[in-house]
């Protein structure tokens, strides 16, 4: 049975940082895309980024150079560290799981869901 369990979401401060974590069971990461999305309120749910095989990386043009997805396959784990944060940058962050090996930052596109983690953006 495959299970997503997201965890680090908090509030932080414009600028800072935060290390999101995707503990994945029930599935080898390898054999998955697994992704990162996010959704504000009142607003559409969208793509962050994405990881697949061989460690390739994809991510949406709002967080180029700011966020950086990573996976630890001892641990069937995957990472989002974000930096630079920024108040648009507040929503619920959403892990998802991808039965092929190929990446899509396309929510709908996604076969397997966490429960999300909230992060705020605030002064």
């Known amino acids: 049975q495959v299970q997503l369990v997201e965890s680090g979401g908090g509030l932080v401060q414009p600028g800072g940082s935060l290390r999101l974590s995707c503990a994945a069971s029930?599935?080898?990461?390898?054999?998955?895309?697994i992704g990162w999305y996010r959704q504000a309120p009142g607003k559409e749910r969208e793509g962050v980024s994405c990881?697949?095989?061989?460690?390739?990386?994809f991510y949406a043009d709002s967080v180029k150079g700011r966020f950086t997805i990573s996976r630890d396959n001892a641990r069937n784990t995957v990472y989002l560290h974000m930096n630079s944060l920024k108040p648009e940058d507040t929503a619920t962050y959403y892990c998802?799981?991808?039965?092929?090996?190929?990446?899509?930052?396309?929510?709908?596109?996604?076969?397997?869901w966490g429960k999300g983690t909230l992060v705020t953006v605030s002064s």
């Open positions: 998802a799981a991808r039965s092929r090996r190929v990446c899509s930052l396309r929510y709908r596109e996604m076969d397997y």
């Open positions: 029930g599935f080898t990461l390898d054999d998955y895309a």
């Open positions: 990881i697949r095989s061989f460690g390739v990386t």
